[in-house]
């Protein structure tokens, strides 16, 4: 069975510190993985979609990372802000079977940036 | 440019009742996708559509129901909301299925009495 999940649950910072949130997968045949921010009472938005062969992908002060030999990603956040109050999902892409890639979702981490 | 709305945003309706989640995207973008999520679960999948007149059930369709007659829109029918399908609704696109990056509307919330 396909499955995804993240660590930790839940994560207290400070403002301006960094941050790493990690991401397990079991989804085969792997065809991407994306990492999404959803704000409360939002729907979640993209923040890296990365592929096999991409180790790394940054967008701004996002940046994941992606062993696809361990299938394990990581989620780094650097100086955080205020704004940065959020779940994080970790979304895995079967390859091939539907023809819509099937996506395999994490529960999320909760991030909570205090001041 | 809208993009990706849902309506109506909360709605709170009695057990046995018919409801009716709107989606309505200006992209025409060929996917649509309907998930729920709920404390505990992550996002699933209920049902999704390749292009007009195509659906297909996708992880948790019973006690639903859509259709999609243009490209635009996907409806998606409670035919006799149960108290189990209070959740977050939330309606996606996505241009082409596949590794295509997935949009997602606002979300409604459903409250089933």
């Known amino acids: 069975k396909n499955q995804v999940e993240q660590s930790p649950q839940s994560l207290i910072i400070l403002e301006g510190k960094n941050c790493t949130l990690q991401?397990?997968?079991?989804?085969?045949?792997?065809?991407?993985l994306r990492w999404y921010k959803q704000d409360t009472g939002r729907g979640p938005v993209s923040l890296t979609i990365?592929?096999?062969?991409?180790n790394t992908k940054s967008n701004g002060r996002y940046t994941a990372t992606l062993d696809a030999d361990t299938k394990q990603s990581s989620l780094h956040i650097t100086a955080s802000q205020l704004s940065d109050s959020a779940s994080y999902i970790c979304?895995?892409?079967?390859?091939?079977?539907?023809?819509?890639?099937?996506?395999?979702f994490g529960q999320g981490t909760i991030l909570t940036v205090h001041p | 440019d809208a993009g990706i709305t849902q309506s109506p945003r909360y709605k709170i309706t009695e057990t046995g009742r018919q409801v009716t989640l709107m989606c309505h995207q200006t992209?025409?973008?060929?996917?649509m996708f309907w998930y729920r999520q709920d404390l505990g679960h992550g996002l699933r999948l209920i049902y999704y559509?390749?292009?007009?007149?195509?659906?297909d059930k996708g992880e948790v369709p019973d006690g639903y129901v859509v259709s999609r007659s243009k490209t635009e829109n996907f409806p998606l029918t409670l035919e006799s909301a149960t108290r189990s399908q209070t959740s977050v609704y939330f309606c996606?696109?996505?241009?082409?299925?596949?590794?295509?990056?997935?949009?997602f509307g606002p979300g409604t919330r459903l409250t089933v009495t």
């Open positions: 559509s390749a292009a007009a007149d195509i659906t």
């Open positions: 992209w025409s973008h060929s996917y």
């Open positions: 990365m592929t096999f062969s991409e």
């Open positions: 979304v895995v892409s079967a390859a091939g079977g539907t023809s819509y890639g099937k996506l395999t």
């Open positions: 996606a696109t996505n241009l082409a299925g596949g590794s295509y990056e997935q949009y």
């Open positions: 991401c397990n997968y079991t989804v085969s045949p792997f065809s991407n």
